[in-house]
């Protein structure tokens, strides 16, 4: 390699090396939100980045995934809306409401379902969302409760 080759590929490796810690140490990252196509127009200038600081954040809204119910998937397609907690900064919990839970056999008449987390309305229940499945996990130790 020549002298010249050397020396431009050392300036470039020193700029990217510069420039990539400055951005690791910006408290006050940006973001364009024209690069995610979420949404279409406005929508999109009002995206709250908030939600995806934290691994598998989701941005309120309603979206289609897969279920499992303690470990069998019940569908591989249910719109389900994702809602800002209102305890927890940042963070969104996906709602299943009372017609959903029937389909999946759940007595619904048993519980007051509200649009609060799964674990309020079904207590002893859990639900974790996998971005990289698509897939919402719920667990209920009870099992499902027969109507």
């Known amino acids: 390699m020549t002298k010249m ?3 431009n590929l050392l300036g470039c490796a020193f700029i990217v090396v510069t ?3 400055y951005a690791a140490s910006s408290d006050n990252a940006t973001f364009d939100p024209n690069f995610l ?15 995806f600081m934290r691994p598998g954040g989701m941005s309120p809204g309603t979206y289609t995934v897969a279920i499992f119910l303690n470990g069998v998937k019940v569908s591989t ?3 389900v809306e994702f809602i800002s907690d209102k305890k927890q900064e940042g963070v969104t919990f996906p709602f299943f ?4 839970l ?3 056999g759940v007595d619904v008449d048993k519980y007051n379902i509200e649009k ?32």
């Open 5 to 7: 080759k050397k020396q």
């Open 19 to 21: 420039y990539s810690s």
């Open 37 to 51: 196509k979420m949404s279409d127009g406005e929508e999109a200038r009002h995206l709250d980045l908030k939600y």
């Open 77 to 79: 397609e249910e719109s």
């Open 97 to 100: 409401n009372q017609f959903i």
């Open 102 to 104: 029937a389909s999946w």
């Open 116 to 147: 609060e987390p799964i674990d309020k309305n079904i207590p002893g229940s859990t639900a974790s969302f996998s971005a990289k499945d698509n897939a919402i996990y719920i667990k209920n130790p009870s099992g499902v409760d027969e109507k």
